[in-house]
């Protein structure tokens, strides 16, 4: 079970630390993800991580602004967000799956709840 947390209203240019908490299994077996979606949109990749957290992916579109990291003793994984866009408005939810990382959407078996990052000019 993933839930994820730390979602809120944030002024352009801002940054926003989002973390997703794991429950059931053996966390550190699994690749985690956070894709988002926009209202009226279809849902995207944002950033994945490995197991050991040795490897990450991200699109050019938060590249540089967002950073996807792992604590595997605390079960949790973080997205801290950085210079914030209006663009980034949308619902962001995370995911695993096992047997590595990947962007797709229908590859990941298991997703949180999702958060909501609403982003101000």
């Not at 079960?75 to 950085?82: F, H, S």
């Not at 408005?89 to 799956?97: D, E, G, I």
Request: hydrophobic share 35%; proline share 2%; glycine share 12%.
């Amino acid at each position: 079970q993933l839930q994820a947390f730390g979602g809120g209203l944030v002024q352009t240019g801002g940054s926003l630390r989002l973390s997703c908490a794991a429950s059931g299994g053996t966390f550190s077996r699994y690749a985690l993800g956070w894709f988002r979606q926009a209202p009226g949109k279809e849902r995207k990749f944002v950033a994945a991580i490995s197991w050991s957290g040795s490897r990450t992916y991200s699109p050019d579109s938060v590249n540089g602004r967002f950073t996807i990291s792992r604590d595997n003793a605390k079960n949790t994984v973080t997205l801290q967000m950085n210079s914030l866009k209006v663009a980034d408005t949308a619902v962001y939810y995370c995911a695993a799956r096992m047997i590595g990382t990947s962007t797709r959407e229908h590859e990941y078996a298991y997703w949180g709840q999702g958060t909501l990052v609403t982003v101000s000019s």
